[in-house]
């Protein structure tokens, strides 16, 4: 398939690649739009088995940024960026700076902040470069914006329970957790102290045990925690893992997680509705940490960043009402009311 007919493609304003061979660099940023403001988005660097996969990775995330960031009202477009590496072995600080001017060539379109694979240090060396990046200081910006992206996810899991089971307490509730890190960790807590049941699972012990003895998390073998028995199941670790593979197995009526990009396919989100799943489009429920990061750069009080993140709740209950009536689903009804909600600000700016 050619790119421009990629699914992930989806019109894209710009995408650039960069290669420095001094430094090793071989990198993509992906503008999906910029209508809205400047495509803030993160910059990740993972050993990609190909050029391919890197570039349907920067793709995909990019045009969920968009969508993330129009529903959640936000003044900024969608994009990404990705590094080809092993951030563990071909991190060099010369490459963070050649990265930062790779950054800097795009002329503000695109604003670079912290993802896997990168963190507050590498968008310091990035910002030597360039003024276009946010997240850098810890004291200004507040730090990790994973307990705001948690809180958003419990309110959306509480929004989807009283829309399927009619229920307002998640008292007694059984949710299972994929991935303890940084989201899930702290999603684990709020959902213990609103009286449910957490099964989680993680492949890295540490986190897995910290869970276990801070928040009383039943520890589920990491391949047994898709087929869980449980009412909700978040999924917090990586994305594509709602696939053709996996939905056979799903024991959960409620998929509603952190992880970006959970279908593998837009076919994925068909056989979810088939499967009378009903699915909580990840792009409008964790974008509690960028409100948290628009809320630390314009130095707003804490109650205004939560009422922020709150809205979160009526947009999803929109999303799943319109779903219901009209048969369709509801990643599809999130995609549509974001792609009207930047085409009327379109509209807008060019009257
Ligand atoms: P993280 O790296 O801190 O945590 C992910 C956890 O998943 C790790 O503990 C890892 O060991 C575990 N994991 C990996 N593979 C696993 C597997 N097969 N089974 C079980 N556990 C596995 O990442 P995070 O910041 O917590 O983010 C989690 C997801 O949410 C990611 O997909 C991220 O892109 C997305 N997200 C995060 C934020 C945020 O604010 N941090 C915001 C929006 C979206």
């Not at 209508?35 to 570039?55: D, F």
């Not at 240090?121 to 705001?148: C, K, W, Y």
């Not at 990009?261 to 009378?276: I, W, Y």
């Not at 750069?297 to 999803?316: M, N």
Request: glycine share 12%; hydrophobic share 40%; aromatic share 4%.
């Amino acid at each position: 398939m050619s790119i421009f007919d990629a699914p992930a493609y989806d019109g894209h304003e710009l995408v650039t690649f960069g290669k420095d061979a001094a430094t090793g660099l071989r990198a993509i940023i992906a503008v999906h739009s910029t209508v809205l403001g400047p495509a803030v988005g993160g910059c990740r660097m993972y050993p990609y088995a190909s050029e391919e996969e890197a570039l349907n990775d920067v793709l995909r995330l990019s045009r969920g940024m968009t969508f993330k960031s129009a529903l959640a009202g936000l003044p900024f477009g969608g994009g990404k960026s990705v590094i080809i590496g092993d951030p563990r072995r071909d991190k060099t600080p010369q490459l963070m700076r050649a990265m930062g001017d790779f950054v800097n060539s795009q002329g503000g379109r695109y604003v670079a902040a912290e993802d896997s694979g990168t963190g507050v240090e590498d968008i310091r060396l990035m910002a030597e470069q360039t003024p276009h990046v946010s997240g850098m200081d810890d004291n200004e910006f507040g730090g990790d914006p994973s307990p705001s992206t948690a809180w958003g996810v419990f309110l959306a899991i509480r929004t989807a329970v009283r829309h399927r089971l009619g229920e307002d307490s998640l008292q007694g509730l059984r949710v299972a957790v994929q991935g303890l890190g940084h989201v899930g960790y702290y999603l684990a807590g709020y959902l213990t102290q609103a009286g449910a049941t957490v099964l989680g699972a993680d492949v890295n012990e540490d986190n897995l045990r910290r869970a276990e003895l801070d928040h009383g998390v039943q520890a589920v073998a990491a391949d047994a925690i898709l087929g869980a028995e449980v009412d909700v199941l978040a999924p917090c670790a990586m994305g594509a893992i709602l696939n053709a593979a996996t939905i056979p197995d799903l024991r959960a009526g409620i998929v509603a997680g952190a992880a970006n990009n959970q279908l593998a396919t837009e076919a994925d989100g068909d056989s979810l509705q088939a499967r009378g799943i009903l699915y909580c489009p990840d792009f409008l429920i964790n974008a509690g940490g960028i409100i948290d990061v628009h809320h630390q750069r314009i130095g707003s009080p804490d109650a205004e960043k939560r009422a922020h993140i709150q809205r979160i709740e009526q947009t999803l209950s929109q999303v799943l009402r319109r779903a219901e009536e009209s048969h369709g689903h509801s990643n599809d009804i999130a995609e549509e009311l974001a792609r009207n909600m930047i085409a009327r600000a379109g509209q807008s700016l060019a009257a």
